[in-house]
């Protein structure tokens, strides 16, 4: 039980758990997963405490890798489902920062009817009829620029329709009721492409996943190295007549031709 005690802290234990910074990791977790792993091994002695630390790192590292896959899955899924209506248009920002870019251009006039192909650009219409209702209601005074912005996404002449009130009320309350519904249809449409994009976003990109796979890949051999040599030794101290291990090396033809002709 001493000379176990006195390798309690050894060498790979020590550096195994990151410490510092924003990747800081739980050193109790660690400790309890080595804890679990001297119990089941009962190591003696230097060597196979330190091939029980090993194994230790090992399942440490495959951890890492399990959360390095879920934080790459994680962030796909949030980009895919993130809504940019107004990347395609050169545009990032609010709807409002978007108007004031493309007002007062004839060629920007069809960047209009985009409002009409999202549910944040429909909000945001919504939001300009109510103004207009409510100014109309009111003081009677209604921006020229509201009117033309409805003329350039709805259609129609809105500022010559402004010049009856009744039947201007009537077309605008209409309009509202036509952009209601076109809002809950776009907003089907919109969760039915965000669940589709958040189901892809589920399975890693192939470029990561090739890194990943080969990290896991190297980290399970060093583990089974590790489990068949602490196994080996075990048996040796129990008094076993063990074989020495079968060492297989596997060359291509290319590297036997290299060597014979050095």
């Known amino acids: 039980m001493a000379a176990r005690n006195s390798w309690k802290h050894g060498l790979l234990a020590k550096s195994a758990v990151i410490m510092l910074g924003p990747a800081k990791e739980n050193k109790a977790e660690f400790e309890e997963l ?3 792993l001297r119990d089941y091994f009962d190591p ?8 029980v630390e090993e194994i230790a790192v090992s399942y440490w590292m495959e951890r890492r890798a ?3 896959e879920n934080g790459e899955i994680l962030k796909q899924a949030r980009a895919a489902v993130k809504d940019e209506p107004w990347k395609e248009l050169g545009y990032d920002g609010e709807v409002d920062d978007i108007l004031d870019n493309i007002s007062g251009d004839p060629e920007n006039k069809p960047l209009f009817k985009q409002l009409l192909m999202s549910s944040q650009g429909l909000e945001y219409v919504l939001g300009i009829v109510a ?3 409510h100014d109309a209601d009111t003081t009677g005074e209604i921006s ?3 009117l033309e912005q409805l003329s350039d996404i709805c259609g129609g002449d809105w500022e010559s329709a402004a010049r009856e009130k009744s039947a201007f009320l009537a077309q605008l309350d209409s309009e509202k009721e036509r952009l209601e519904r076109l809002k809950k249809k776009i907003e089907r449409i919109e969760a039915e492409d965000r669940a589709a994009r ?4 589920l399975l890693l990109d192939p470029r990561k996943l090739a890194v990943l796979q080969r990290y896991t890949s190297a980290n399970e051999r060093r583990r089974y190295r590790a489990v068949a040599r602490l196994e080996r030794l075990q048996r040796q101290r129990n008094g076993e007549a063990v074989p020495p291990p079968i060492d297989v090396q596997v060359t291509s033809d290319a590297d036997d031709f290299a060597k014979r002709s050095q």
């Open 144 to 146: 020229a620029v509201l």
């Open 198 to 201: 958040l189901r892809s976003a």
């Open 131 to 133: 103004q207009v209702r």
């Open 34 to 36: 080595l804890s679990g």
């Open 66 to 68: 399990q959360l390095y």
């Open 44 to 51: 003696v002695g230097a060597a196979e405490e330190l091939l």
